[in-house]
Structure formats: structure tokens, C-alpha cells
């Protein structure tokens, strides 16, 4: 079989016809179409790079968060504590300053009811003794002890201070008043005498008349009123003294 060149010729410009139009309406269609594939591809990818960067740096930035968080957590618990320490022992120094002054209340409240209650035990004692020693001495006392009461005046008269004497002196002088003698026991004439003439020496004045009086009450002994002045040698009034004394030392 015979080769036809011009057949040939055509196939060849069929061929590179067929070759054009693949390349102009094919290939290059589908070219673009791939690039622009592969480009689209390329910025998805570089998107979603760009996206997971971001997510890796969300994701640092959380865990960075959440730390600073959990130490900012653990600061303010231990704040927190320290608070609660620090009140709570600031509760417990106030409850004991509280306890301490309501025990001092209570020890000066005790102390107190102590004294007054020791106070109110002595006195009576002393109401009981000198009730005792009353009715001791009003058996005891007698006309002995009485008259030896009586010295006992007449020599304290004798020792007065000398200041004592001339305040008592002065004062009677400028306001001279009836002199009375009050006496457990009558006193007899040499009783009176010795005791008027005590007197007298005493004031250095005349007395005038005395006014004796007698009181069984005094138990044993006399008492001399000059005035604002009173003499006292005997046993009611050296009892309630006694008393008086003792209840004002208490």
C-alpha cells in the first residue's frame, strides 16, 4: 500500500489543529481551573494555618490565663486565710481581755461581798461581845468598881495636857454652866468633895452648886457634863465606844 502524502499531510494538520484546539479550549481551561484550584487550596491552607496559629495563641494566651488565674486563686485563698487567722486571733485577745475583766469583775465582786460579809460578821461580834461584856460587867460591877472609876477620873483630871486644860478652861470661863455629875452609885459626901475639889483645881473657877444625879444605867462609875463638855469614867459609855470604835475601824 501506497503512503499518501497529502493524506498524511492532513492528518498531520488535523493532528496539530486537534493539538491548538486542546490546548486553547482545554487545557488551558482546565489549567486555570487548577490553578486557580491549587490557589484557592493554597489560601485555605494558609487560613487555616493562619486559623490554628491563632487557636495555638488563644489556647497559650487560656493556659497563661488560667494559671495567672489559679495563682491569683490561690493568693487570695491565702489572703483570705491570713484574714480569717488574723480575726480569728484578734476574736480570741478580745474574748480573753473580755473573760479577764468580767473575772476581775467577779474576783472584786467576791472580795467585796467578802468584806462586807467579814464587815457584817465582825460587827456582830462586836454587837455580841459588848452585849456579852455588858452583861459581864453589870454583874461585875459594884461599888469598888465604881469608886476605883472615880480615882481613876480624879487622877486623869491630874495629867491632863496642858493644852487640853486651858481650851477647857477657856470655854468654861467665857461660858460658865451648871456642873452636872451623873453617877451609877450615890456618891457619898467625901466622894463629892474629892471630886469637887478635883474639879476646881481643874477650871480654876468656883463652881457654885453641883447637881448630882444618878443613873443605874452607867453600870459603875460617873459621868461629868461642863458645858460642851463631857467626862466620861464609866461602863455604858466606855461600852459604846468600844462599839462605835470597832464598827467605824470595820
Known amino acids: ?59 497559650q494566651r487560656y493556659e497563661a ?17 491570713q484574714e480569717l487567722e488574723a480575726e480569728r486571733k484578734h476574736r480570741l485577745e478580745s474574748l480573753a481581755k473580755e473573760l479577764a475583766a468580767e473575772r476581775q469583775k467577779a474576783e472584786e465582786l467576791w472580795a467585796r461581798e467578802q468584806q462586807d460579809r467579814a464587815r457584817r460578821l465582825e460587827e ?34 491630874a495629867r491632863w495636857p496642858a493644852e487640853q486644860v486651858i481650851k477647857l478652861r477657856q470655854t468654861f470661863q467665857a461660858n460658865p454652866t451648871p456642873v452636872t455629875v451623873t453617877s451609877a452609885f450615890a456618891l457619898d459626901e467625901d466622894e463629892r468633895d474629892r471630886l469637887s475639889a478635883a474639879l ?24 461629868v457634863s461642863l458645858g460642851t463638855y463631857v467626862l466620861r469614867a464609866n461602863l455604858q459609855d466606855e461600852l459604846e465606844f468600844f462599839a462605835r470604835s470597832h464598827a467605824s475601824h470595820g
Open 1 to 59: 500500500m501506497a503512503l499518501n502524502w497529502s493524506t498524511f499531510a492532513l492528518e498531520i494538520v488535523n493532528f496539530l489543529v486537534l493539538v491548538w484546539l486542546i490546548q486553547r479550549y482545554l487545557y488551558r481551561p482546565v489549567r486555570q481551573i487548577v490553578d486557580r484550584r491549587r490557589e484557592e487550596i493554597e489560601t485555605r491552607l494558609n487560613e487555616a494555618q493562619r486559623l490554628r496559629q491563632q487557636a495555638e495563641a488563644m489556647q
Open 124 to 157: 456582830q461580834a462586836l454587837v455580841l461581845g459588848a452585849a456579852f461584856i455588858a452583861r459581864l460587867l453589870e454583874r461585875l460591877a459594884d461599888r469598888h468598881l465604881h469608886q476605883r472609876l472615880l480615882e481613876l477620873l480624879q487622877e486623869d483630871l
Open 65 to 81: 490565663r488560667l494559671a495567672e488565674w489559679e495563682a491569683e486563686k490561690r493568693r487570695a485563698l491565702e489572703n483570705l486565710q
Open 200 to 223: 476646881r483645881q481643874l477650871l480654876v473657877t468656883e463652881l457654885g452648886s453641883l447637881r448630882f444625879v444618878v443613873d443605874p444605867k452607867l453600870l459603875a462609875g460617873v459621868r
